[in-house]
């Protein structure tokens, strides 16, 4: 399958600490790769790599190469039929999206048209990573919901990230919600804040606010980690059903959630990288035990009917 992301003997080192070792890997155009591993092995680090975050947090070191195969998003998309994210099963009361592609111009950097000439993201000035981030999307560990109302933490990033016009946020608002199993429970709460939604309420709005963005890719760490059973189930539904229209990349916890998940897995041991066989984690002690830690910590809804 054709690689969305490319990355290139890729090293992280927090002064002069390298936690990240010389990986390369490819994120394919489809389906959902899933990083498993013991807590401090370079998980999160490695993710925030893919689009730029480390250097947000403090000073870092990065060698090697991050390459993107599609064109960075850099201004509205307008809404349209075909949309993958909202083409999906959690839509299930999805109603037609309207078109009218000529009022809003489709502006992106156009550096590629496929794999022969993709974006370092490395190479990118401050001035892309705004855009970097909308096309790389993320969901962190603990639902980081805005101190703003449950509407406006969809239609603030629509609006000021997105350039989205306010004709279009209300409709953006409701598909985004449908779309991560919401609306239903918050239609009528529109405007109550965000903070008193429950965890699980909280993360599937986050999930919603990064797939309003419209993100070629989605990063999520840890998604489920503050979640209680249930609404853990209910997640990982949503990421099962989600994945089959926006590739992801899922860092988790539980070596039985990836193996529910994931469409490839791969095992982060001391910053070095090795793919893992879904049904063979047995053959590398670390990740059997790993496993056998973790196996009675999450229990795993079952496969939803797709
Ligand atoms: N911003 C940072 N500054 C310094 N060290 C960091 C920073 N972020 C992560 N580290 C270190 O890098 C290592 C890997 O951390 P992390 O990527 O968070 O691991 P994981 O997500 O697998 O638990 C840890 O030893 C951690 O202390
Ligand atoms: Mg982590």
């Known amino acids: 399958m054709p690689a969305l992301l490319s990355v290139r003997h890729l090293?992280?080192?927090?002064h002069e600490r390298t936690v990240v070792k010389d990986i390369s890997l490819d994120i394919p155009k489809s389906g959902i790769t899933v990083l498993v591993g013991r807590s401090g092995s370079g998980k999160t680090t490695f993710l925030r790599a893919l689009n730029r975050l480390n250097e947000e947090l403090s000073p870092c070191e990065v060698r090697?190469?991050?390459l993107l195969h599609c064109p960075l998003t850099h201004a509205y998309q307008p809404l349209h039929g075909s949309e993958p994210a909202l083409a999906g099963k959690p839509i299930q009361e999805k109603e037609p999206a309207h078109v009218n592609k000529?009022?809003?111009?489709?502006?992106?950097?156009?550096?590629?048209?496929?794999?022969?000439?993709?974006?370092?993201?490395?190479?990118?000035?401050?001035?892309?990573?705004p855009a970097l981030r909308r096309t790389v999307g993320m969901v962190f560990q603990n639902p980081n919901v805005l101190p703003v109302s449950i509407k406006r933490n969809i239609t603030l990033p629509l609006a000021l990230v997105a350039h989205c016009p306010q004709g279009e946020l209300e409709q953006r608002l409701e598909q985004a919600l449908r779309t991560c199993a919401?609306?239903?429970?918050?239609?009528?709460?529109?405007?109550?804040?965000?903070?008193?939604?429950?965890?699980?309420?909280?993360?599937?709005l986050c999930l919603a606010r990064a797939l309003a963005l419209q993100p070629r890719l989605l990063l999520l760490d840890e998604p489920t980690?503050?979640?209680d059973v249930f609404a853990t189930q209910q997640v990982?539904?949503?990421?099962?059903?989600l994945g089959q229209h926006?590739?992801?990349?899922?860092?988790?916890h539980s070596l039985a959630q990836a193996r529910a998940l994931a469409d490839r897995i791969f095992f982060f041991s001391e910053g070095s990288?090795?793919?893992?066989?879904?049904?063979?984690?047995a053959s590398n002690a670390e990740l059997a035990a790993l496993f056998r830690e973790t196996e009675q910590q999450t229990i795993c809804s079952p496969q939803p009917a797709l």
């Open 102 to 129: 000529a009022e809003h111009a489709k502006e992106s950097i156009q550096a590629d048209t496929a794999t022969q000439n993709p974006v370092d993201i490395y190479q990118l000035p401050p001035s892309s990573l």
């Open 225 to 227: 980690a503050s979640l």
């Open 273 to 281: 990288l090795f793919p893992v066989e879904k049904d063979d984690y």
């Open 64 to 66: 090697g190469q991050v």
């Open 246 to 252: 926006v590739p992801m990349v899922v860092v988790s």
């Open 182 to 204: 919401l609306w239903a429970e918050v239609q009528d709460r529109l405007h109550a804040p965000a903070s008193s939604l429950s965890g699980g309420q909280q993360q599937r």
């Open 236 to 241: 990982e539904e949503l990421l099962r059903a």
């Open 11 to 14: 090293s992280i080192s927090f």
